[in-house]
Each structure stands twice: as C-alpha cells, then as structure tokens.
C-alpha cells in the first residue's frame, strides 16, 4: 500500500505520488520570531517531523525545508518594546526556538531560510508579479491584484464573491481592492528597511513563503504544510503568488494539522492558558509532550489537560517498560527456546500494522496502538522459560524502529536511569563512611525495589538489574 494522505486542497485521501521517485520535498511555515513557541507552535513541529522520518522510514530522500520569518510587524514591536534591534531580537529567538524543539525530539530542516537573507530573492519575486500584471504599487506599497488569479480560493474553498463580504481597507492601505494583499510595505519612521524599486521598505508575510520555497525547493513541491490556521490567508495567497509567478502548481499535497484547545477552551492570552514550551518542559518530560501530541490523528483537534498527559506518560512509560524488559534478558539469557518463528512472525504482524496505520495519512494514534500491542506481546514472551536471543533482538530492533518514526528515545530511559543509580551509589559511600548506615541500607532497600542488585566486594560496590 502506497502512503495516502489527506490532501486540503481537494479534501480527500490522495496515494502520494513523488514529483521524483524515491524523494519528498517538503516545505513547512515556521515560526516568527518575536517570542518563545507556545505548545500550539510545537504541534506542527513535532507533527511534521514525524512525517518526515516516516518517510524516511519507508526510504524516501526527503529534502525539509522550514523557514523563520524574522522581520514583521510582531518582530519590530516587541523590539522597540525590549530596546533591542531586530536582528539581536531574532537571533535570541531561534535560539530558542531551537532549544525547544531539540527538547521535543525533533530533528532540524535541512534548511532553516530566514527571510532577511532573500530580500533579493523577494524583490526580484515581485517584480515579476508586476511585469505580469498581477501586482502594481501604490504610494510605496505593493499590493497583489487577487481578483486577477482565476483559482483564488481554492485551497479554502471559498468564492471571491464570499471573501468579498469580510474583506475591508485598512487605514492607511491605498489599494484597488480590499481583497488586494500587500506585497511589499512602505517603511515607517523609524522602523528597520531594505531599498527597493518602490522605496525604502520590507516585504509583506505572504511573499516570503512562496519565494524561500522555489529558492529551495524549486517552482513545484510535493508537500507544504502547516497549521490549519495558514490555510487562508496565507496559504491561499501563496498559491496565488506562485502560480501567477511560475506558472505552474505550487504544491502537489497540502497538509494541516487541527487546533490546541487548553482544558477544553482555546488558548489564549486574554484566558490566562496561554502555555509556553519553555515554562511547560521544565514541568513535563518533553518526550512525554511529543507523545501527548501524537496520540491524536493530527488533523484532529487535541485538548491538553494534565488528565490527558498524564495518561500519556503512564501509556509511554509501558512502551519503555516492555522495551527495558527485553533488553536486559538479553544480556542475561544465551538459552534457545522453542518456537522462534512463531515469535518472529508475531513482532512482523505488528509492524505490518504499524505501517498500516502510518500509510493511512500518518494515523499515529493507531500507530501508538500497535506499539502498546507491541509490548503486551514482550511482556508475554518474557514469561516463557526460555528466551531466544533472535526473538529478544528482533523485539529490540522492532521497538527501535518504529519508536524512530514517533520519535521515542528508548536508550534515553536507561542512560538517565544508570545515572541516577550512580548518584546513589555515590551517596551510599559517603554514607557508609559516615557511619550512617541507616541512609546506607535505606539507599540498597530502594534500589532493590527496583530491580537493582547491589554486591559491596574490596574493589567497590558493584551493580546488576535482577
């Protein structure tokens, strides 16, 4: 079965066909860079890298691609709001954004465009638009003649009569039409500038997305993604600006993911449930967070409330359980037991199903299903009186690999695990010395709770998992 995904712009499952074979271009709309991300931000992060390494997963050369916009009207504010200049201002951001979203388990794009370094790029993207008569300058700015793209509406499925009705002219805007978008905007007094054919100025939100995707990937890609909240307007008006520019389709497949809502309401700052990704990763393991988030199809709404996280983290916590499990009879057991195949067969049926799930628009919910199957299957095989090393390595494996897609990190569990046994080891030494036997034997009886056996010889004390 070839992957499908949920196209936006025909509303139906589609078998994802590659403009190459054997490779993806991806482009996703990143963030502004005025602030941390809220957890709203890292749902399309985490959702789409997890497409990406599914892709990989099944062997495609995936080509990801996710832009910064690091000057606009937001990113000039909180500014001149801090003292800072803009650059300095960003810079501090990606940083951060960064910082973040490492912690979440996700990889970088293979190429982070920012818009500052394409003004050029911008420029010569808009000229075009104008020599072609889709764009014209008013008073410094230049503004997008939409009516003039036969297809605009298409990927929000709306008329441009429908548009018409809540379209209106700002103060200030001096265009033909108020369904017109700005292109490029006039500086301000004051505000940070590029020079141009039309004067002193930036460009406007839209433009920046349409021109770092052909610079990057080309006139037409595979998938652009984002939010559900950039379908209109500025998926919708990046269609119209590529198409009109090049000619040709933009995106093949268009992809988005549904909403956030906090305790049942929709984040916000006005609710006092606006969640940062900084302040909740000290409070939440991050791994936890990404689970969370992927327990829900990502086209569906999610609702995160410290019930549902919580179940999460106890869901992962069986995962790596199982997983831990199996991997130190490993290293204890040398014996062949009986029946391999049929064990073997068993951990294929899974990830057969896991595939499944995945190539049926990337349902990680389900895919998670087969991974709580996955271990139910371990812990059931551990209880047979002989193990076979295949059998426990192709658990391992299997568990390893398809953990990959999700971004699970089993060897994490353990590392911190080893860790912490290593401080209080260190701490029952100090005890020991001190003649605080009492601290000692507390120290060896939780260990032993664990699973930890603790064998004090003339070279030191030594451990083993039981």
Known sequence: MSIQIFNSLTRQKEPFVPLEEGKVKMYVCGPTVYNYIHIGNSRPVIVYDTVRRYFQYKGYDVKFVSNFTDVDDKIIKAANELGEEVHELTERFINAYFEDVTALGCKKADVHPRVTEHMDDIIEFIQVLMDKGYAYESAGDVYYRTRKFNGYGKLSHQSVDDLKIGARIEAGEKKDDALDFALWKAAKPGEIFWESPWGKGRPGWHIECSVMAREHLGDTIDIHAGGQDLTFPH??????????????????????????????????????????????????????????????????????????????????????????????????????????????????????????????????????????????????????????????????????????????????????????????????????????????????????????????????TRWKRG
């Not at 006005?270 to 990704?277: D, E, P």
């Not at 590392?415 to 601290?439: C, G, P, S, T, Y």
């Open 235 to 460: 998926h919708e008006n990046e269609i119209a600006q590529s198409e009109a520019h090049n000619d040709k389709t933009f995106a093949r497949y268009w992809m988005h993911n549904g909403y956030i809502n906090i305790d049942n309401e929709k984040m916000s700052k006005s609710l006092g449930n606006f969640i940062l990704v900084n302040d909740i990763r000290k409070q939440i393991d991050p791994q936890i967070l990404r689970f969370f988030m992927l327990s829900v199809h990502y086209r569906h709404p999610i609702n995160f409330s410290k019930d549902l996280v919580d179940a999460a983290a106890t869901g992962l916590e069986r995962i790596l359980t199982a997983y831990n499990n199996i991997k130190h009879r490993l290293t204890a057991t040398a014996s062949l037991g009986d029946h391999s195949e049929q064990w073997l067969e068993k951990i294929e049926e899974q990830k057969a199903h896991f595939e499944e799930a995945m190539d049926d628009d990337f349902n990680t919910a389900n895919g998670i299903s087969v991974l709580f199957e996955l271990a139910r299957i371990a812990n059931i095989y551990l209880n047979e009186t002989n193990t076979n090393e295949k059998v426990l390595s192709h658990f391992l494996e299997t568990f390893e690999a398809l953990g990959d897609v999700l971004g699970i990190e089993f060897a994490k569990e353990e590392e911190l695990l080893d860790e912490e046994i290593e401080a209080l080891l260190q701490e029952r030494v100090e005890a020991r010395k001190n003649r605080d036997f009492a601290r000692s034997d507390e120290i060896r009886d939780h260990l032993q709770a664990q699973g930890i056996i603790l064998e004090d010889t003339r070279q030191g």
